[in-house]
Nanobody, 111 residues
Framework: QAQLVESGGGLVQPGGSLRLSCAAS????????MEWYRQAPGKQRELVAQ???????TYVDSVKGRFTISRDNAKNTVYLQMNSLKPEDTAVYYC?????WGQGTQVTVSS
């Protein structure tokens, strides 16, 4: 079992930045892949970014060059640094590994 708790969401103006955190209840070192998903109103949940145990990262095209995923195994935490935010980034962001999901954190990009 593992619990994932996201934090760091909020309201930000276009062009702004936020850093999301996903704290796991146990060591994340055993998890091969840690992922961030998002779901906007009326849309399907989509994979935004993932990072492997070895540090390999992949991103959906719409966030490449703006978002950075990272993991701190010592702190059992995964981060999503989001820069140059756009209104279309507005969504609930979820952390996931294996079959475990966090509860989500709301990100709203609006002036």
């Amino acid at each position: 079992q593992a619990q994932l708790v996201e934090s760091g969401g909020g309201l930000v103006q276009p062009g702004g930045s936020l850093r999301l955190s996903c704290a796991a209840s146990r060591s994340i070192f055993s998890f091969y892949v840690m992922e961030w998903y998002r779901q906007a109103p009326g849309k399907q949940r989509e994979l935004v970014a993932q990072i492997t145990k070895g540090g390999t990262t992949t991103y959906v095209d719409s966030v490449k060059g703006r978002f950075t995923i990272s993991r701190d195994n010592a702190k059992n935490t995964v981060y999503l640094q989001m820069n140059s935010l756009k209104p279309e980034d507005t969504a609930v962001y979820y952390c996931k590994t294996e079959q475990f999901w966090g509860q989500g954190t709301q990100v709203t990009v609006s002036s």
